[in-house]
Every structure is written in C-alpha cells, then in structure tokens.
C-alpha cells in the first residue's frame, strides 16, 4: 500500500525547504528542528552514533564506522543509480522490521516533482526509485503514521529532512526508527528544474533521468531508451536565473547527510555507489542485503585544491549568482576532456565537493544574510572552509557556551 495524503497548509517561514514541519500540529517545532536556524550537530550526532573514533575523512562526511564503492547486484530498474537505498527499505518491510517506510515518489501529473508517501509494501518501493528535483514536505507524513498506530518507521530522507527529524525523534513516540540518507546538494524548485530541462533538449517531456555525475558529466535518459551525456562545461549555466538555485541550496551545511544511520549517494564511488555505515544500525540494514551488495574499499586519485580554490574564487566573483567560468568558448571542449582524466576522483572528488560547498555556505550567508552566521553555520563547516582562507569574522560565529 502506498499511503498519499495531502499535507496541511506550510507555514510561512524564511529559509525553508518545506521539510514538512511546519504543516504539523505544532508548527512551532521548526523554531528547534530546523537546519536553518540554529542546527546543533555535534549534539545530535552524538545522539544518533554515540561516539565514533574519527579518521582523517570524518571531518569532510561526518562521523562514520566503514565507508565503501558499492553496487546493487543486479541494479534495480528505474533507479537512480544501482537502487541500494530503496533495497535497503524494502528488506526493513521484508523481515517485518519496519511497519512503513516513509519516502517520496512521482506525482502523479508532473515525474519530476516529489510527493511524500507511506510504503508498506516492499514490492511498492519500486515506485519511489529515481530522483526528483525539488522539496517535499516528508515529515508531515509522521502524523499520518501514528494515527495508523505506526511505531516501527524507516525514513528516506535528504539532509535537511533528516536533520529536522533527527531533532524531533524523541518527541515522536516511536519504538523503532531507521534512518536512510542521501547526500543532497543544488536542489531547487520542481518548477525551476522544469526550465533547466527545456534549455537541454527542445522535447524536455521525454527525459526521465538525469544526474550530475561524478566524472564531470550530467547524464540524460529518454522515454524512448536513449542516454546523452553533455559535460558540465557545455551546461547552459549561463542562461538560467540568478536565483535559480534558492538561498537554502546555496547555503545548506550538511551535504553528506551526517545524521542518517547509512547514507547511499555516489560522489566517493568513482562510477559505482558510495555508502557511509554511521552506526550500527546502519551496519544492521547493509548486512540485510546480505550478497546481494557488492562492497570494496573506495579509490582516491588527483588533487582537489586548484579545483576547489578555482571554484571558490568564482563564487566569490560572482556575487551571488551562478559561478560562471570565465573561458573562451575553444577551450571548454578540451578542458571538458581533461577533467575526467586529471580532476579529483572518487573520495577526492567527494572531498572536493564537500569542500566547495562549505565555502558557498561562508559566501553567500556573508552577502545575502549575515545575521544567519552566527547560528546557522556548524563548526565542521568553518573548519573546511579555512582551509580557502574563509574565516568567521567578528560576530560570524557565537562565544562559546551561547
Ligand atoms: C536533489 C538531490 C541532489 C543530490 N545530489 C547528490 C550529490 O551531489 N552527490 C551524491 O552522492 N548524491 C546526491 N544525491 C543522491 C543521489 O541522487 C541518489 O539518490 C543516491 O545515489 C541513491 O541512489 P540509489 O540508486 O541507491 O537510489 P534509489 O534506490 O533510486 O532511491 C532514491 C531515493 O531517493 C528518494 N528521493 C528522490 N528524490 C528525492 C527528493 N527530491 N527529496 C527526497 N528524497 C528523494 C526516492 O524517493 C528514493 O527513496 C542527490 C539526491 C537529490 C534528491
Ligand atoms: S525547513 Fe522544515 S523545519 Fe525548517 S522552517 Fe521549513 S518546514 Fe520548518
Ligand atoms: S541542498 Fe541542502 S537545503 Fe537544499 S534540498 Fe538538499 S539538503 Fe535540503
């Protein structure tokens, strides 16, 4: 069964991503769950880990106990990449875990825009494979579940919806949560992807895939079977809106997902998947897809701080609108040739990523709100982005103990 109701009214709210708290009961709960106010992660992680031994990659992804490149086998039709996320729900509903997974799937009218759901049938999981751009107001969907007398959840969620549900999980009243993460960067309005897809193709209705992926290249598939791969420096970046991408996007502090049990994305998987097992709860729901995964110690080429300084001195020159490179229009083929060669890959190009997102956060919260800083950005993001030279400012961080 596959459960769609239709969430209360939102609340009006500032920077906000629709995560689905302010439709509830008690919208006031967003003034201590959301990411975009005063997140506490060292808290929460604590919380949610106990205590892990860091390595010299917890302080770009969070803390976490084993990391791996990894693979569905066989790759599940219709998923974003090898469909490890929703196998690893659907085994939950399988040994009667779990009494529902709650996720997103295509609305009915519009493929690409998310539509939170309540799944109880593994079979049914199928349904929410893919990406869509865009919010969704998950979280709403909570209340939904304990009025069906759900006590036993898991939760696919991007950061910012796991954040918030992380700060609320003690208030739920549930007997059991299994949070599923994914790492999530430049989201923006489903209405706005819908003019992204009209600049790359003339009949944008027929994509029904696309990724950023992590060879420099974002991916199309068609309705009728046909796959083309455009390199990021030939994207039409330069003809969309300033403020394509929200506020939110362009300054959110958690790309990898640091509170899920098990985050599953690709960045770090040179081509393959790339999971982080964060407690052990998560180790519990990767050892249930028992063989069916194949695991092997993630790969790390090239150097990531030309490309990151590069890209940080575009934000930076840019002004708050997209970083456009500042190339001849010959030499972007060659470049778009090099970068898959010589560029970081795997972890490195995950460092890279996570690195460069940092510094957006310091920019573009320095020019667009100030007044956020101080209790918007965690400690794990200053401490990247210093490495590029950006420091707290006086009144950009808060004393200790505030
Ligand atoms: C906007 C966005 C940006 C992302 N950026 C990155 C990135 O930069 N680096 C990276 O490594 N990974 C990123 N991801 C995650 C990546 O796209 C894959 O979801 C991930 O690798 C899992 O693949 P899979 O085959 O295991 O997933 P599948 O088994 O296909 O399952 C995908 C799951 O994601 C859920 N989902 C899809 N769209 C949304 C959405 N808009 N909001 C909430 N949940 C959604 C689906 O409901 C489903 O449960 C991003 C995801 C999103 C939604
Ligand atoms: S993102 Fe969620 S918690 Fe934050 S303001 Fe919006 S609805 Fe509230
Ligand atoms: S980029 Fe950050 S704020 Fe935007 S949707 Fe993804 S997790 Fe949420």
Excluded at 33 to 62: K, M, N, S, W
Excluded at 94 to 121: S, Y
Aim: net charge neutral.
């Amino acid at each position: 069964m596959i459960l769609t109701p239709e969430p209360g009214p939102a609340a009006p709210r500032g920077l906000c991503t629709d995560c689905g708290v302010s439709r509830m009961r008690d919208a006031k709960a967003c003034g201590r769950a959301c990411q975009f106010i005063a997140p506490d992660y060292p808290r929460l992680e604590r919380a949610a880990h106990g205590e892990v031994p860091p390595d010299e990659d917890t302080r770009f992804f969070g803390p976490y106990r084993a990391m791996y490149r990894a693979e569905l086998v066989p790759a599940a039709p219709g998923a974003q990449w090898t469909g490890l996320t929703t196998a690893l729900a659907a085994d939950l509903l399988d040994k009667g875990q779990v009494e529902a997974v709650l996720t997103v799937v295509p609305d009915p009218e519009d493929r690409w825009r998310p539509r939170p759901a309540l799944i109880t049938d593994a079979a049914d999981l199928a349904q929410a494979r893919g990406m869509r751009m865009g919010y969704a107001p998950l979280l709403a969907l909570l209340e939904e579940a304990t009025a069906q007398g759900m006590t036993r959840l898991a939760v696919i969620g991007i950061p910012c919806q796991i954040y918030a549900l992380r700060a609320l999980e003690a208030e739920l009243g549930l007997d059991r949560l299994y949070v599923i993460g994914t790492p999530c960067s430049d989201n923006t309005t489903t209405e706005n992807f819908h003019q992204f897809l009209a600049l790359l193709d003339e009949d944008p209705g027929s994509i029904t895939y696309l990724e950023f992926r992590a060879d420099y290249r974002v991916e199309l598939r068609y309705a009728d079977g046909r796959q083309r791969l455009i390199p990021f420096l030939k994207l039409p970046i330069s003809d969309l809106p300033q403020d394509f991408f929200p506020l939110t996007c362009r300054t959110c502090v958690d790309y990898t997902n640091r509170l899920a049990d098990i985050t599953v994305g690709y960045m770090g998987g040179q081509g393959d998947q790339w999971v982080l097992v964060r407690n052990a709860r998560g180790a519990e729901m990767l050892a249930g897809l028992g063989d069916r995964v194949r695991l092997e110690a993630p790969g790390s080429a090239g150097r990531r701080a030309a490309a990151v300084k590069g890209f940080v001195a575009n934000t930076a020159a840019a002004a708050g609108g997209l970083p456009l490179r500042r190339m001849p229009e010959w030499l972007r083929p060659i470049v778009s040739w090099l970068q898959p060669r010589v560029g970081p890959r795997g972890l490195e190009f995950a460092r890279a990523r996570v690195e460069m997102k940092a510094a957006e956060t310091v920019l573009h919260l320095r020019r667009a709100a100030p007044a956020r800083m101080k209790n918007m950005i965690p400690a794990h993001v200053w401490a990247l982005a210093a490495q590029y030279g950006l420091t707290p400012k006086p009144g950009e961080t808060s004393p200790p103990g505030e």
